[in-house]
């Protein structure tokens, strides 16, 4: 792919001072309409070492005001960063709406760097592939615009701006080192660009080639994918028109009304549910520290009617844990930072590093529940978050998270009893508000959402576990075990026990 395109272009430098003069003017007008028109925008920088990105992003964003865009330099992944899936540390930089990110190198780097340097077993190339797909469309889809441009030189090209920046002894150059080996494996990362290029070129995210021997064919052209994108956004909007991106595939299927074939279980005496609840605290005390030794991410997630017991099954898992190595993310209504992002956004900030644990009291699941059924989002943003929230679990799961998602099930009448004992107990007053009576008024289309939610995100990597609820010992108990049971299960994954054999 690369070999195809022709880097003895040029254009002269007359040329280059009319379009570059018309092409900044542009740009400089243009970019206003990205705050203006209220969408995010990303740039992203990949090519080869001295194909010029860093000089480039100087020359675009010497066209733009300063106050609305963020420069984000990409190193290889270090400290916390190594410790969460790859994706965690793109997603906490995309920019919210109205503001530009631009990126010198991105997340393109998991497939070309790691891969030459032997960091990514070649298997693992299309899943990563598929998650970086998945993270473009997901934001795009949203409304964001993502501009990749790749700059192209040749291997004697590259060679020729290395000598030279060896004998500037008086500007010496700190990466030059890094970049003389990676000129040496220049074959290998041509296949792996190559690759690359092919696989993530989607209509969504478009690459833009472009050869870079040229500094001034480069910088127009650099110029020119920038200005039409915006333009064509800007139109898009001005015209209304809807966006092409299809974002998931949506059956209209017969769900299955499985909550109300919930029934109780059996009553549990009081001495048999604290001598149960006792064991499964010690014996998640000690797989908190199990956890942590092996760097083992735990995710658990509580959902359920107002009144299904949500606190109280969080109380009574952390009650014994090091409060060092878990945290409880209550999930509120989004603040305006967290809506001017994807509504993924504030879910991925909260993923824990390996070995610590985050326990969400409501989750991501709000948006095909309360944000769908209240009018919070659009019919076509909560029929694509299905899809967009099966992608995000299975990433974490697939890079090495346990993740429990509980919906905890009550029938209408223990809410109304619940509602009533918190309205009479001062001490309980507080957890009763307007808010809960308002959603109870629309029982039947939660449940029903709630079921299409479990029936649509219950995948083999990540199911949703239903607990009978009307009994707080019982939910309890089911939980903890549950959860202990999972990690368990991961821990033996990780290091199973010896055969008995011989």
Not at 124 to 153: C, W
Not at 159 to 173: A, D, F, G, H, M
Not at 217 to 246: D, Q, W, Y
Not at 345 to 358: C, I, Q, T
């Amino acid at each position: 792919m690369l070999d195809d395109i022709d880097t003895s272009r040029f254009i002269s430098n007359s040329i280059y001072k009319r379009e570059i003069s018309r092409l900044q003017t542009e740009l400089g007008v243009l970019h206003r309409q990205v705050k203006d028109l209220g969408f995010p925008m990303m740039v992203v920088f990949e090519g080869w070492d001295v194909s010029g990105k860093a000089s480039m992003i100087n020359r675009v964003l010497m066209s733009m005001d300063p106050r609305n865009y963020s420069v984000h330099p990409i190193q290889s992944p270090d400290g916390d960063e190594l410790l969460r899936p790859f994706l965690w540390r793109f997603w906490v930089l995309t920019p919210p709406k109205g503001r530009i990110a631009i990126f010198d190198r991105s997340w393109y780097m998991k497939a070309s760097d790691d891969r030459v340097d032997d960091k990514l077993k070649k298997r693992m190339l299309p899943s990563i592939y598929e998650r970086i797909n998945s993270f473009e469309r997901q934001l795009t889809v949203d409304g964001a615009l993502m501009v990749k441009i790749f700059l192209h030189i040749t291997r004697k090209e590259q060679e020729r701006r290395l000598r030279k920046l060896q004998e500037e002894k008086e500007t010496p150059w700190r990466y030059l080192p890094q970049s003389w080996d990676h000129h040496k494996h220049y074959s290998d990362y041509l296949k792996a660009y190559d690759d690359m290029l092919v696989r993530t070129h989607t209509k969504w995210a478009p690459w833009h080639i472009i050869p870079a021997h040229d500094r001034r064919l480069a910088t127009v052209e650099v110029f020119k994918a920038i200005v039409s994108a915006i333009e064509s956004r800007r139109l898009e909007i001005i015209m209304g028109g809807r966006r092409s991106i299809n974002g998931a595939t949506y059956d209209e299927d017969d769900i299955p009304q499985v909550l109300s074939m919930i029934r109780d279980p059996p009553p549990m005496d009081p001495p048999e549910y604290e001598t149960a609840l006792s064991e499964l605290q010690n014996k998640l005390v000690r797989l908190q520290a199990e956890v942590y030794a092996r760097k083992v991410p735990v995710i658990i997630i509580y959902s359920g009617m107002d009144a299904a017991g949500k606190g109280g099954n969080i109380k009574r898992l952390v009650q014994k844990l090091d409060p060092r190595g878990y945290k409880v993310i209550p999930i509120i209504v989004p603040t305006d930072d967290e809506k001017a992002h994807h509504y993924l956004w504030r879910f991925w900030k909260e993923l824990p590093p390996a070995g610590r644990m985050a326990i969400f009291d409501r989750s991501w699941y709000g948006r095909v529940l309360v944000e769908r059924i209240e009018g919070f989002c659009t019919e076509n943003e909560w029929k694509r978050a299905y899809s967009e929230i099966i992608e995000m679990e299975e990433q974490w799961v697939d890079e090495g998270a346990v993740l429990l998602k509980f919906w905890l099930n009550i029938d209408a009448e223990t809410q109304l009893s619940r509602f009533n004992e918190r309205m009479n107990n001062p001490y309980k007053r507080w957890k009763i508000t307007d808010e809960d009576w308002r959603n109870r008024s629309k029982w039947d289309q939660y449940i029903r959402a709630a079921e299409e939610m479990m029936y649509r995100t219950s995948t083999e990597k990540v199911p949703w576990t239903i607990v009978e609820a009307n009994s707080k010992k019982h939910s309890r108990i089911s939980t903890l075990s549950a959860i202990a049971s999972a990690i368990e299960g991961r821990l033996k994954e990780q290091c199973p026990p010896p055969s008995s054999s011989g």
